[in-house]
């Protein structure tokens, strides 16, 4: 049995020192426990005595020494109300009952109320008597916080669920608006719902269409307008109607100037309120307004649904008075229809007839019907430019012409969604005494094949052009950041340095050096990408690399994905570049979550050992029967692929994005890696079922070393007693040398002129121990000076740092006699460990 006096006597005497003796990071890992364990002595068949873990500080306040003083704490702390629950269910345990896990209330030391689920469970000794029983107490308060945020957007969901479907069935626009108040009012738990429409009087006025709520009188007597004038109450929906954006306020946070309407909304129990315009098209025709009882009424996410809702009632007004106009238009025009069936039977062209004030197509001959795949009741009264041409093509040129268009190159939008080329001709004439214009076109698709083939082709070297380009420009951008960052990094690790470990500011400048760590490695994967940093791979563990990575996808993802991850640990090493395999985790995510953003879904994310079986290689051909490999699976639960698609994916800049949203060039980078380790890929996928991909990776038979498994001697930044001479052509990093040199115990004197540094050494080179030099520098690189230097005294150790640099390498550095090559950013800890390393590795030799 496990002796729970030790265990108490361990946990409470360690306790008082507990928060001295952590360190920064495992106390705030201590703080943000959200689970803790108790046992509970059974004596004589009723609770003794308990023994509570060092966690249930964090979450109840009370320490375990606390526990142990108050031997029935555990129970007075439950809520009052929740004790005959705890009771009834202890009480069940002690007649040798099993009991569920349940929820309840605990009082917080500091007063607050907190939910918590308790795990119970039971030991019995030899008999079968109970003499004590565990338990896991988890803390649910946030959850139940999220189930009643839930609750609110449920709420405003069912609200824009019925007000579409109100804008689908309602017959008129009074008849829209009024019950959209309701509804907003009754279902959506506002205070007030109106609708203002936007006058172009004298005064910009803004008249009520239509408003609903427990008082409505609010409304009477104001005098609002959208113009940006004095003398009229300047209420949120005339500021929303002025400048077309939402308007919020907040009783608790009043808007600056005389705001009477406030006042009155006041009077009348509204303490939010929110405007939203009202856009048709260009132009703003109004205000949906909306007031609520409470302060902060109106989260993030609900202003997005509003908004939303108030783009769908622009909308549904806009089709009211479209459909209206359009229904007059087409009656007008059906006379006319039988004057033109004669020819249109007989052409073999397609002809459509459109009219030119109201842009709305009147007829179309069979041709016209068969090349657009509509029939004529589905084509009649529609938009021509909507329908018939793609929407990416601006206005429609036929109806900006003149009276005359011939022979003119254009494309037809088919029923299909497929765009055919044709040429087309239009002419003007008065039909029924109505201007319309007669258009007649015929399919050339098979004429312009070979164009469309070569404008392909064109297109593909314009990218690969735009890639090099993008190649070139990498390596300078990644030498100028990585100096910038140098200075953010080196100054925050000296204030990490100076200022007291648990003060606001320490947190403020770890912050900033995490965010520099961030951008660095932002760097290296732009260097990599643009093949300015060479891939070398080595022995490594693909799981941790796995989880990192995913730790950093997480951050990128919406929460309407969800990521779940199978991550075998005991997997065996493979021969790869880590930043490859960070390449393809990040790519394949994103493209997952391209695949689920519009309805969320799930990324599933496996990675285990196998060996190529019968099975697998039937699957997938490439892998070697008998070797065993190290699978990767990335699954997603969005739109999935048809068959064509699935064909296509590893083609270079072939893509299924929006334009403007990927190169083309992910999936073949990603296919050209996977072969280059010897490995394969497949792929799996169906329209409305998601996606697999499955990554094979050899697993490495010969024995070699992981990197990070041999041990380095660690350097301390105070062990360094050193004379250096330091050089750098950025003022800030020369101060920040030598603020970092000093630091870690070195004498030290810093130049940002290679030319001063060259004389400096060459008059007492025998006074430095170690010299450290930038590479780019003007007058004299950092290669050139180095090699002047050893040209002076042969066996001065120099370090080189670099932003980046296409002229000199590590193995370049090494050739000329360079001891170190860093690349910046490059912390404290780095440069002492180098200097260390260098230092003692000259001691030894002498």
């Not at 005098?223 to 929906?237: N, V």
């Not at 190169?663 to 998601?690: F, N």
């Not at 062990?719 to 920040?736: G, M, P, R, T």
Request: with cysteine; proline share 4%; charged share 25%.
């Amino acid at each position: 049995m496990i002796d729970r006096n030790a265990e108490l006597k361990i946990s409470t005497e360690n306790l008082p020192c507990l928060r001295e003796d952590l360190s920064p990071r495992y106390q705030k890992l201590l703080e943000a426990a959200t689970d803790y364990t108790y046992t509970v002595m059974i004596v004589d068949g009723r609770p003794s005595r308990t023994v509570h873990s060092i966690c249930s500080f964090a979450i109840t306040g009370y320490t375990p020494a606390e526990y142990q003083e108050t031997p029935f704490l555990w129970f007075e702390m439950i809520h009052a109300d929740d004790r005959d629950l705890v009771s009834e269910h202890l009480n069940n345990l002690l007649t040798g009952a099993e009991i569920p896990p349940f929820e309840h209330r605990i009082i917080h030391k500091n007063g607050c109320i907190r939910w918590v689920r308790n795990t119970v469970l039971p030991h019995y000794d030899g008999k079968g008597k109970l003499v004590e029983y565990d338990a896991l107490v988890s803390d649910i308060t946030e959850a139940q916080k999220a189930a009643a945020k839930t609750a609110k957007i449920n709420r405003a969901y069912k609200t824009l669920s019925m007000c579409n479907q109100v804008m689908i069935r309602a017959s008129s626009e009074k008849e829209l608006l009024a019950r959209l108040c309701h509804i907003l009012t009754e279902v959506g738990g506002y205070g007030l719902a109106w609708v203002g429409y936007a006058r172009h009087d004298t005064e910009k006025s803004v008249t009520v269409a239509a408003s609903e709520g427990r008082d409505a009188g609010y409304l009477q007597g104001l005098r609002i307008s959208w113009a940006d004038t004095d003398g009229h109450d300047q209420e949120p929906a005339g500021s929303a109607i002025r400048t077309g954006q939402i308007v919020l306020h907040d009783s608790s946070f009043p808007p600056s100037g005389d705001a009477p309407w406030l006042e009155k909304a006041k009077q009348h129990g509204y303490l939010s309120s929110i405007a939203l315009p009202l856009k048709a098209e260009q132009e703003i025709i109004g205000a949906l307004n909306l007031y609520a009882g409470e302060n902060n009424a109106f989260n993030q996410h609900e202003i997005e649904l509003l908004s939303e809702l108030a783009d769908d009632l622009s909308f549904g007004i806009v089709a009211l008075r479209t459909k209206k106009k359009h229904a007059k238009t087409v009656k007008a025009l059906a006379a006319s229809s039988m004057r033109l069936q004669a020819i249109f039977e007989t052409v073999q062209a397609g002809i459509v007839i459109i009219d030119k004030e109201s842009r709305m197509i009147v007829d179309a001959n069979p041709a016209a019907r068969q090349l657009i795949g509509l029939s004529r009741t589905k084509l009649i009264g529609r938009e021509c430019h909507r329908s018939i041409c793609p929407a990416d093509r601006g206005q429609c040129p036929v109806l900006d012409m003149g009276q005359r268009l011939e022979n003119s190159g254009q494309v037809l939008l088919q029923a299909c969604g497929k765009e055919l080329p044709i040429f087309k001709s239009v002419v003007e004439m008065e039909l029924n005494g109505r201007v319309c214009l007669v258009e007649s076109f015929l399919d050339i698709s098979k004429r312009v094949e070979d164009e469309q083939e070569r404008l392909r082709l064109q297109g593909q070297l314009r990218q690969a052009q735009k890639m090099e380009a993008i190649g070139t420009l990498a390596g300078g951008i990644a030498h100028d950041f990585n100096n910038l960052l140098q200075s953010i990094l080196g100054y925050a690790g000296l204030l990490l340095l100076a200022l007291p470990a648990q003060s606001e500011h320490h947190q403020f400048a770890e912050a900033i050096k995490t965010a520099g760590v961030s951008a660095a490695g932002l760097i290296k994967q732009i260097l990599t990408f643009s093949r300015h940093r060479e891939h070398e791979q080595n022995p490594l563990q693909m799981q941790y690399l796995v989880k990192e990575a995913l730790k950093l996808l997480r951050s990128t993802l919406p929460s309407t994905i969800a990521i779940e991850q199978q991550i075998d640990m005991q997997c065996d090493a493979i021969l790869a570049d880590s930043t490859e395999i960070h390449q393809i985790i990040m790519n394949l995510g994103t493209n997952a979550y391209h695949a689920m953003r519009e309805k969320g879904g799930t990324l599933t994310v496996t990675l285990d050992e196998v060996e190529a079986g019968q099975t697998l290689v039937g699957e997938t051909p490439d892998l070697i029967p008998g070797k065993k490999y190290i699978r990767l699976i990335v699954a997603d639960t969005g739109q999935g692929m048809d068959r064509q698609t699935r064909l296509r994916i590893f083609e270079p800049y072939f893509t299924t994005k929006e334009k403007g949203e990927g190169t083309g060039l992910g999936l073949a980078i990603i296919h050209g890696i996977i072969k280059s380790y010897q490995g394969a890929i497949s792929v799996r996928s169906a329209l409305g079922e998601g996606t697999t991909f499955t990554l094979f990776f050899p697993v490495l038979n010969q024995a070699r070393t992981v990197p990070g498994e041999t041990k380095k001697t660690e350097i301390s930044v105070s062990q360094i007693n050193a004379k250096v001479l330091f050089v750098d052509d950025a003022e800030l990093n020369v101060i920040l040398g030598e603020c970092v040199l000093k630091q870690i115990g070195c004498e030290v004197m810093a130049l940002s002129d290679s030319r001063d540094a060259l004389e400096v050494f060459r008059a007492v080179p025998e006074k430095f121990d170690l010299v450290i030099t930038d590479q780019t520098m003007p007058y004299l690189t950092g290669v050139d000076l180095a090699k002047k230097m050893l040209e002076i005294r042969p066996d001065i150790p120099i370090i080189m740092l670099t932003g980046h640099s296409d002229l000199v390498d590590e193995q370049r550095a090494k050739a000329v006699g360079i001891a170190k090559f860093l690349m910046k950013p490059i912390s404290m800890e780095e440069i002492a460990q180098a200097m260390g390393e260098i230092l003692l590795q000259r001691k030894n030799q002498i």
